[in-house]
């Protein structure tokens, strides 16, 4: 992802562009992209600021709200794959990915390693 352009920048840009209309010229003149002169012109004028909204963060796990019955699957069923339990999330009208349901389970201390017999 790239870095952000400084709020000075910004400013000077929207200010340019407020003056002369042209777009294409103000991004040549400032040497940043068109678009990004249309889109801070945008934000300033319906925020009065030209500083950037927030990049990323915290994403609320998905499975959470499922965990009793994630839970109560892996204490019923032994063999129980990451994939099976994928599958029958899915039936309950759950749709996620193996990965998702992978670091679902790591992150609780679960594991599906599978083990030999007698050991």
């Given at each position: 992802m790239t870095k952000t352009y400084s709020n000075d920048?910004?400013?000077?840009?929207?200010?340019?562009?407020l003056k002369s209309g042209n777009c294409r010229a103000v991004g040549a003149?400032?040497?940043?992209?068109?678009?990004?002169?249309?889109?801070?012109?945008?934000?300033?004028r319906e925020t009065a600021?030209?500083?950037?909204?927030?990049?990323?963060?915290?994403?609320?796990p998905v499975l959470e709200p499922h965990r009793d019955f994630i839970l109560?699957?892996?204490?019923?069923?032994?063999?129980?794959t990451s994939r099976?339990?994928?599958?029958?999330?899915?039936?309950?009208?759950?749709?996620?990915?193996?990965d998702t349901v992978w670091r679902f389970l790591q992150s609780n201390g679960l594991s599906f390693?599978?083990?030999p017999d007698g050991n």
């Open positions: 920048l910004r400013e000077r840009v929207v200010l340019a562009m003149q400032f040497g940043v992209a068109a678009s990004s002169v249309v889109k801070w012109t945008k934000r300033f600021s030209v500083a950037p909204g927030q990049r990323g963060g915290h994403r609320k109560a699957r892996i204490e019923e069923t032994s063999h129980l099976g339990l994928r599958d029958e999330l899915g039936e309950r009208g759950i749709k996620v990915s193996h390693k599978k083990k």
